[in-house]
């Protein structure tokens, strides 16, 4: 599914979304990545839902969002708050939501200037 977007030059953001990928300002991505309005980090050890633990959410701490968008691929799962304590501890909001739901909603916050990741499971 292609989105639309008002304008916001110079970010990133996502573009398009389907089974098995997402599209972030033209560029398609097969693997879980990390969307902030800056870059983006193809390179994140997340590999799936089931494979996730604390490292995953701790090397996302660098970033200094102020919301975390955790998009759990196709369909909505929630990981254990042990997890993500250090986010929590840091203030950090998570927002789980499906993959879509996250794409949308990251081009929202980052349309509104927030300081908004997403990190993307397929």
Avoid at 29 to 41: A, G
Avoid at 73 to 85: A, I, Q, S, T
């Amino acid at each position: 599914m292609k989105l639309q977007l008002a304008q916001t030059p110079g970010l990133k953001t996502f573009t398009a979304h389907g089974a098995g990928y997402v599209t972030v300002n033209g560029e398609r991505f097969e693997r879980p990545v990390v969307v902030t309005p800056e870059k983006v980090l193809a390179d994140w050890p997340a590999r799936d839902f089931a494979a996730l633990d604390e490292s995953h959410f701790a090397c996302l701490l660098e970033l200094k969002p102020e919301v975390l968008l955790l998009g759990t691929g196709p369909r909505l799962r929630f990981p254990h708050p042990r997890l993500y304590r250090q986010l929590t501890d840091a203030r950090i909001s998570l927002e789980c939501m499906d993959t879509p739901a996250a794409c949308r909603t990251y081009n929202i916050l980052v349309s509104e200037d927030r300081r908004v990741i997403a990190a993307i499971l397929l």
